[in-house]
């Protein structure tokens, strides 16, 4: 699975520059949402990471590929009125970069994930983002061994991934010491192991999640750092790979993923509890995978429950990939108002990738992912809003 997190091919050939107007947005947003300014970009586009650190201040990451170019990294920030494309970290002759997920750190950004060799080797990567003076690829202690990172939390400093051995698959941990970081060890219940997000609190526990394998048949892998070690918790769920999570408090951890069952493929959510996790299916019958878990924050900036949350991903009607967006209320799933794609499009297909609000306030939210307006258009970056 590449972490563009619809499992595509990538995407750049010479990058577009474009500073992007935002339009007001409707009154009557509430939990409804609308398609926002995207920069339209050559070749194949999409959005795979957004962090905001303000109703007007968010970062986005993604890729773009033309036709005879390998990927490069998209990296774009919006200050309030326009999105601003930075010149990408610079990458080796013939190698694509594929970015996978990205946090605010001051001003500017970290984005993790991998750099791919002609000759298909990937390794994993990480680059540092200024406004205004573009990326730099930062050292990590496994840069020249294959495999990804796949996640990164700012606010516990932890990356995740995975290393590659032929066909077996080892989870990967790395902890920011001083001014670089530190593969910290992790549990490998099977012969196939990986990473796919992690999350954390200054003052709390961090959570990282992922799929095992044991005997082909995946499983969640939802790992909770104590302060000493990382620990398995006890998460059934056959055919269920999780893909993103939030914390909401002590004990109380939403994921969002999809699950598997011979030919049926059905978006989920899972919430443990501190004890068990309990796994929610969607009850829209097309809803394919849910690729990232957003909470609902009060004034306090506390979640409010752990009925509180939203997941956000695609489903597939008629062979056409649609963004969908999911309330958790307690007892069930229920869709909010999402358009299909941007007005105006002919043959509109769409999926949302992350989705993201400033932290402990939902008073402005962000989802991106890809868009398709027409019969011949390639994949292009999809910025959605609700606020």
């Not at 984005?111 to 730099?136: C, D, F, K, L, Q």
């Not at 043959?347 to 019969?375: H, L, N, R």
């Not at 292009?380 to 809003?385: D, K, N, T």
């Amino acid at each position: 699975m590449t972490h563009s997190r619809f499992a595509r091919a990538g995407v750049v050939a010479g990058l577009v520059a474009v500073a992007v107007v935002v339009p007001a947005h409707p009154a009557d947003a509430a939990l409804a949402w609308y398609f926002d300014a995207a920069p339209t970009l050559s070749g194949r586009a999409e959005l795979t990471a957004v962090a905001a650190t303000s109703a007007t201040r968010m970062w986005v990451a993604g890729e773009q590929t033309g036709q005879d170019s390998p990927t490069r990294a998209f990296v774009a920030h919006w200050d309030g009125g326009q999105l601003r494309p930075e010149p990408a970290a610079p990458a080796g002759a013939g190698v694509a970069v594929h970015l996978t997920d990205l946090e605010t750190v001051g001003d500017g950004a970290l984005a993790v994930g991998r750099g791919t060799s002609a000759a298909g080797v990937s390794t994993p990567r990480v680059e540092r983002y200024t406004p205004g003076a573009g990326g730099t690829v930062v050292p990590n202690p496994v840069q020249d061994q294959p495999g990804e990172l796949t996640g990164i939390s700012t606010a516990g400093e932890w990356i995740v991934g995975e290393l590659t051995h032929g066909d077996s698959s080892q989870t990967l941990t790395m902890r920011r010491d001083g001014a670089g970081w530190t593969r910290v060890p992790s549990p490998n219940p099977g012969r196939t192991n990986r990473l796919n997000a992690v999350a954390s609190t200054p003052d709390g526990p961090a959570y990282a999640v992922g799929v095992t394998e044991l005997s082909g048949v995946p499983e969640p892998l939802l790992l909770r750092w104590d302060g000493d070690a990382w620990t398995r918790l006890p998460c059934a769920g056959t055919g269920v790979e999780p893909l993103g999570l939030a914390i909401l408090g002590t004990d109380d951890v939403w994921l969002a993923g999809t699950s598997s069952t011979g030919a049926d493929q059905r978006a989920v959510g899972v919430h443990w509890d501190g004890a068990a996790c309990h796994t929610v299916r969607s009850t829209n019958p097309n809803a394919t995978r849910f690729n990232d878990v957003l909470p609902f924050w009060d004034d306090t900036g506390s979640a409010l429950t752990d009925t509180s949350v939203l997941l956000a991903g695609y489903a597939m009607r008629d062979g056409t990939e649609l963004a969908i967006v999911e309330e958790w209320t307690g007892r069930t799933l229920v869709s909010t108002a999402v358009p299909t794609a941007a007005a105006g499009a002919q043959y509109p297909a769409s999926g949302i990738s992350a989705i993201a609000s400033p932290p402990g306030t939902t008073e402005a939210m962000w989802a991106v992912g890809w868009q398709v307006t027409g019969p011949t258009t390639h994949e292009q970056p999809a910025i959605l809003r609700n606020s």
